[in-house]
Each structure stands twice: as C-alpha cells, then as structure tokens.
C-alpha cells in the first residue's frame, strides 16, 4: 500500500492560508491503514480547522480517493456543501488529491498528507517499504527480498564492504539486505544459483515517467489507432 | 614494466595510495606522489573517498603518469550512470590510464553532500563487466567501439567481513565478471588471512593485503567498534598500549612492518597494499623496516 504521513499542522496552515471555509476528504484504502485519511483523522483535523477559526462545510471517506470516476460518483450527495466551500483537503496520497484536481476544475485542492512509498505494515501503523515499482521483478533470482528496495545502494549481487556484522553500512537499524538475502536463500537450499547466477543491471527504462498501462485489450487496440 | 606485468612477474608487489585534495592547491598531494615515486609499484587514487567531494580521481592518475608512476584509477559508481561511466572510462584509456579499481562506493549518507541524489545504476560486479567488455570492443549496450580498452581491472575484498560467506559469494562473481587482482580491506590477523587465501588461491586471480598503520590503542579500538570488516586482535592493542604514547606510532609502523614481511616471506599472497591516510611519509619507512627498499 502507499504509505502517507500526515503533514506538519502549521505548514498545512500555511499553505490554506488564503481560505476560510473546507471540505476534507479521506480514502479507505491505504490512508485509513496509515490513520491518515480514515474518518477519525477527518474529525480531528475538522476540530482542528475549527480551533484556527476555519469553516468546515463537510467531509467523507472516499473508497478508493485515486479512483475518479467512483469518486465522483461518491460525492453527488455532498453538492451542497462542497458549492459552499472555498477549497478541497485531501487526506490520501499524492494520486489521491491528482484525482480531486480532476473532479474539481475551478477550486484549490491543497494536501493533507506527504506520501512516502510503497510499503508493509509490520505492525499496527509501522510500515517498511518494499518495492520499489521497478517495472521488472527479480524477486525470483533474490529469494523474494527485494534488493533494488532494501539495500539503500540497491546492489544487485552482495553485500558492501559496509556491512558491519550483518547490519547495513547506511543505517544500524537496518539488516544488510543482502546478509538477508543470503540466510534466506540458504535456507532454501539454494545458495549455488544465487553464487552461479551474477544478476545484469538494470533496464531502467522499465521505469520511466510517467507510466501508463492499458490492460483492456479493446481499448489497448483503440490506443494504437 | 606495467602493474599487471610486474604483478605477473611473481615480485611481491607494494601499492599504496593517494587521496586528491578538496580544492585546487595539489603541492602536498604532489610532494606525496614524489615521495613515493621509485618505492612502489602503482599508486591507487580514491574516487571521492568516504563521498566526500575532491579533485577527480581520473585527473590526479594523469598527473601520477606524468611522474612516472603506474596509477590505479579508483572508480566507484555512486555519482555516475552507466553513460557517465564508460565515457570516463574511454576517457582514461586514452590518458594512458591502464588499471581501474570497479567498487560501488560508500553511500552519499557517509560524505559532506548528505542531500546528493545517489546514483548506482550498476554495481561493482556489474561494472566489473562493463570493463571487461569494453576491452572486447563493445560498450555495455552492445554497441562497437572504434578502439577497444586495454584496462587491467581489479577490485576490493574484505577478508574479515562479517558474515564472511555472502562475502565470498561475492568475490567468486567478481572473479568470474573479469576481476584480475583484489586489494583486501585492511588485515591485522595473518593466520585468519592466511584462512582467506588457501580459499582465495583456488581461483587464478592475485592478491594483495590491505595494511593501514595503527596509530596508537585508541585508534585499534575504534576501528573494532566503528569499521565494518576490520578486526584487531587484543595482543595488538595490547603491543600498542605497552609501548606508551611516545612510542605507540613507531610501534604501529613496526607492526606493519612485521606483517608485510611475513606475508612476503610466507608466500601468503601476491603484495600489499598500503593505505596511509593521512601518513604517505610514513610508507617508505614501512617498507625499508620490511626490508623492500
Ligand atoms: S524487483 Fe523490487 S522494486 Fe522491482 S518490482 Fe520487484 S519488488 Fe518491486
Ligand atoms: S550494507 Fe548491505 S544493504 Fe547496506 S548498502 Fe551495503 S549491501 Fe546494501
């Protein structure tokens, strides 16, 4: 999921300074997990608002705050108090609030929340990242630990010389991947491929910006005309 | 005679290194390179060592050719991409520039420019190839060169890496993308040494030991609780405390000295490489006291 952080309050402020009056709006999916963008987080941030002396018109929890066209949807009920509001807060991810810019043509939609990357939640709201959308999986070739994410060098083929008893030369907190990498792969039996098989670079224009996909084959077809 | 020639000669071969300076003034880094200019056989220059920013590594090995001594041309892949990469590659070859170092270099988090984008669009197994293919006549992308690279390619082991075996798994690849010598992270334990080559000997490759001087107890300390790879054993640090703070360095020398000659006498492996940090004066003692000059 994506993991997003809430933004420091008085920058937040900052940035809406110009408006009076809000309508705030969450996303089930990964901003509730990350207590960003579920409904108590709209009621704090409302009483909030309300504390600095500003107008909240309304909110909601969207299902799926990237998904326009079901947000859209979502929000006909709302016509009152979203005509009533100056600007739009949006309590999700990056996608999130690009989604509400195209709902909303003529008002200010301003974020809520940083997004930080794709990650696991370990625990209640703890989250690791662990992919990072490289556009071609060796996970295959690396026991399932992804090296491109969890090494901060992405070193495809073993450890630095920085790793210090396991742990990784750019943070103590972390384990080295590729010590991880190897204990997994031994376990497996399988330590002669990973030393057989030395991993290529990468194709890094798997990755390039922006990416789009079509997965409909109908409309792949009306693509290429 | 080349480094690869010498090193291929079977002489027991001394390398020691040169760090370019941050800023234009290069006289005492100049005053280095003279000093040690006839004692050893090929200088390393560090790549932006620690990723701190210094004069390039590739300029400083044009000016050690220019004073009659091999370089070895240290190349991490931290702050270029592939294109960068090969293009100073290129660019070295036709400087006269014949050994290259491939690493991957420490993260930009350990230098003075924490908030650069790091790069590693390869690694050093990676660029290992890379070497290797351009001395085949082909870039990393398959393309042909008009004139291939002569390049004489090594690369860095740490013979004390804790866990050893990833490690290893490692250095085999290294071996097989074309490495042909390794300098080893620095060694205070010759019999645990001696452990790494009887490994290391089954692949045709040559070695050579990393030897940093001890300074004094503290610094043998330090290195045990902050360097990842390096360990020295508690009768170092106690020959180094015994011979009290007046004597601590000369004792550090002595050491040094001690384990070069009986890696040389032993046969344990091809040469040494001796980082200084700080210390090039002291190189030359370290080795008539070895009994090299
Ligand atoms: S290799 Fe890593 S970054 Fe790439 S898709 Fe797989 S898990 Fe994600
Ligand atoms: S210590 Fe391990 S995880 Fe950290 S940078 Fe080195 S190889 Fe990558």
């Known amino acids: ?225 | 005679m080349s480094f690869k020639d010498i090193l291929n000669s079977g002489k027991f071969v001394v390398t020691a290194e040169v760090g370019p300076p941050k800023g234009t003034d290069i006289k005492e880094m100049i005053h280095h390179i003279e000093l040690l200019k006839g004692k050893v056989d090929a200088l390393n220059v560090t790549d932006n060592q620690s990723a701190v920013m210094r004069i390039c590594s590739m300029a400083v090995c044009k000016i050690v050719l220019e004073h009659d001594v091999e370089p070895i041309l240290q190349m991490t892949c931290r702050d270029r991409n592939r294109i960068g990469l090969q293009s100073d590659l290129l660019g070295a070859n036709i400087l006269g520039i014949r050994n290259v170092l491939c690493m991957t270099g420490d993260h930009v988090l350990a230098g003075d420019h924490k908030q650069a984008k790091p790069v590693y669009d390869i690694e050093s197994v990676q660029l290992l190839s890379v070497v290797n293919s351009l001395n085949n006549g082909k870039d990393m992308a398959g393309n042909d060169l008009k004139g291939a690279t002569d390049f004489f390619q090594g690369a860095v082991v740490t013979p004390e890496a804790n866990p050893l075996e990833p490690q290893l798994i490692k250095f085999e690849k290294k071996v097989r993308a074309g490495a042909k010598f390794f300098q080893t992270q620095a060694i205070y334990d010759i019999n645990k040494f001696k452990e790494f080559m009887s490994y290391a000997r089954k692949f045709s490759v040559k070695i050579l030991a990393g030897i940093v001087v001890l300074k004094s107890a503290g610094m043998a300390s330090f290195i045990n609780n902050n360097v990842p790879g390096i360990r020295v054993p508690q009768e170092l640090i106690d020959e180094l405390k015994a011979a009290g703070k007046e004597k601590a360095l000369d004792t550090g020398l002595n050491i040094a000295a001690r384990h070069i000659r009986q890696l040389k006498d032993e046969n344990i492996c091809d040469g040494v490489h001796i980082m200084a940090i700080g210390m090039e004066d002291k190189v030359p003692i370290i080795m008539e006291r070895a009994g090299l000059l």
Request: charged letters at 30%; aromatic letters at 6%; glycine letters at 8%.
């Open chain 1, 1 to 225: 999921m994506i993991i997003t952080k809430k933004r420091d309050f008085q920058e937040l402020m900052e940035n809406i300074k110009n408006y009076r009056s809000f309508f705030l709006i969450g996303c089930s999916e990964c901003a509730s997990l990350c207590g960003t963008g579920n409904q108590e987080a709209i009621d704090a941030l409302t009483e909030a608002l309300k504390a600095e002396g500003k107008e909240v018109t309304g909110g909601f929890v969207a299902k799926t705050g990237c998904q326009v066209l079901g947000t859209k949807i979502e929000l006909k009920p709302f016509k009152d108090a979203l005509d009533k509001t100056e600007c739009i807060l949006i309590m999700s991810c990056g996608a999130g609030t690009q989604a509400a810019v195209e709902i909303f043509e003529d008002k200010p939609v301003y974020a809520t929340n940083d997004s930080l990357f794709l990650g696991n939640m370990t625990r209640f709201q703890m989250f690791d990242e662990r992919c990072s959308l490289c556009g071609k999986c060796i996970l295959d070739k690396t026991g399932g630990i992804c090296p491109v994410t969890a090494c901060p060098k992405g070193i495809l083929n073993g450890p630095c010389g920085g790793c210090k008893d396991g742990k990784c030369e750019v943070s103590p907190d972390i384990k080295c991947a590729w010590v991880r990498i190897y204990e997994r792969m031994k376990r497996l039996d399988r330590l002669q491929e990973l030393c057989d098989n030395a991993l290529e670079a990468k194709d890094w224009s798997m990755s390039i910006k922006p990416r789009t996909l079509v997965a409909r084959p109908e409309k792949k077809e009306e693509k290429k005309k």
